[in-house]
T-cell receptor, first 115, second 112 residues
Framework: AQSVTQLGSHVSVSEGALVLLRCNYS??????LFWYVQYPNQGLQLLLKYTTGATLVKGINGFEAEFKKSETSFHLTKPSAHMSDAAEYFC?????????????FGKGTMLLVSP | KAGVTQTPRYLIKTRGQQVTLSCSPI?????VSWYQQTPGQGLQFLFE???????NKGNFPGRFSGRQFSNSRSEMNVSTLELGDSALYLCASSVADMYEQYFGPGTRLTVT
């Protein structure tokens, strides 16, 4: 069964600092990996995804993530945090079995950005 | 294209009542999934429907049920509401399965 672990329920950074949100997964088959962002009182928005090919994936709002199979990780980074990045971030893994995909989410990491 | 819409956005119910939430997926999307989100448990998968059939189900009691119509619109029902059912209920749609889902804004249910 697939599972997702996000290290740190809260991460605090200063505006302009590097953002690093950690995600490790377990999957019995090559996974598809996703990062979603949720702003207060809103649904989840897809930030970026890894399916196949290049392991460094670029997403919206300057975020990127790198798939490292040997470490079973898919950490999310952004070189310089903005106040508008404050939100909750979810890592998710998708597996395909019995002909269709299922999606499993991590518990989320709240990103706090201070001026 | 219009996004995923959910109605109502906010709902207050009394313990013991039942509630029905509605979700309209993105046009052309045939898979609809439902999630419950709470501060304590995070995002938990309820069920997924595809072509009017429940294809996948999470670990929730039978009080939680759903259905999907021929136009892919979906409803979920919670009977005999409990205080612990207070949550944000999110609907997500995708083209054919749960890969790359698009989420609605959610319905905030408060049970008093």
């Amino acid at each position: 069964a697939q599972s997702v672990t996000q290290l740190g329920s809260h991460v605090s950074v200063s505006e302009g600092a590097l953002v690093l949100l950690r995600c490790n997964y377990s999957s019995s088959v090559p996974p598809y990996l996703f990062w979603y962002v949720q702003y207060p009182n809103q649904g989840l928005q897809l930030l970026l995804k890894y399916t196949t090919g290049a392991t460094l994936v670029k997403g919206i709002n300057g975020f990127e993530a790198e798939f490292k199979k040997s470490e079973t990780s898919f950490h999310l980074t952004k070189p310089s945090a903005h106040m508008s990045d404050a939100a909750e971030y979810f890592c998710a893994v998708s597996e395909t079995k019995s002909g269709y995909s299922t999606l499993t989410f991590g518990k989320g990491t709240m990103l706090l950005v201070s001026p | 294209k219009a996004g995923v819409t959910q109605t109502p956005r906010y709902l207050i119910k009394t313990r013991g009542q039942q509630v029905t939430l509605s979700c309209s997926p993105i046009s052309g999307h045939r898979s609809v999934s439902w999630y419950q989100q709470t501060p304590g448990q995070g995002l938990q998968f309820l069920f997924e429907y595809f072509s009017e059939t429940q294809r996948n189900k999470g670990n929730f009691p039978g009080r939680f049920s759903g259905r999907q119509f021929s136009n892919s619109r979906s409803e979920m029902n919670v009977s005999t509401l409990e205080l612990g059912d207070s949550a944000l209920y999110l609907c997500a749609s995708s083209v054919a399965d749960m890969y790359e889902q698009y989420f609605g804004p959610g319905t905030r249910l408060t049970v008093t």
